[in-house]
């Protein structure tokens, strides 16, 4: 409606790629073993320039830092037509027991999975 894709459909399109970079990884089997989910705790996004209507997209992940309970990833989101920077964002999560719902400890095994 108003000639650019809405600031919240880039938290879908974050989503998404997170979802891609642990599938490529790691598999998600190792943390339904030991129930355990990626909870996100905190976004920080800038919004660069917008993008259209069948804009291409491509976005990086990059691990930050690992930290006890959290690490975080910065995400670059860029055109592909122009290689513009669209949005950038750094995403801090922590992982969850699922019987818990409490931030458990990214042990050794976690943080090498992570690429730490």
């Known amino acids: 409606m108003f000639g ?3 600031n919240a459909r880039y ?4 989503e998404e790629a997170r979802w ?3 599938n490529r990884i790691t598999t998600f089997d190792f943390f339904e073993k030991h129930h355990m989910s990626f ?4 976004i920080n996004i800038n919004y660069k320039r917008p993008s259209v209507l069948n804009d291409e ?5 990059t691990l930050k830092n690992i ?7 910065n ?3 860029t055109r592909k037509s122009d290689l513009k920077v669209v949005a950038d964002a750094d995403v801090t ?3 969850v027991d699922n019987n818990t719902g409490k931030a458990i400890e990214l042990n050794d095994e976690i943080k090498k999975i992570l690429g730490g």
């Open 4 to 6: 650019h894709v809405n």
């Open 11 to 14: 938290l879908e399109f974050l």
């Open 20 to 22: 891609e970079w642990l």
């Open 39 to 42: 909870v996100v705790v905190n």
């Open 57 to 61: 997209l491509m976005i990086s992940v």
């Open 67 to 73: 930290g006890n309970k959290s690490a975080a990833v």
């Open 75 to 77: 995400q670059v989101i």
């Open 93 to 95: 999560f922590a992982m």
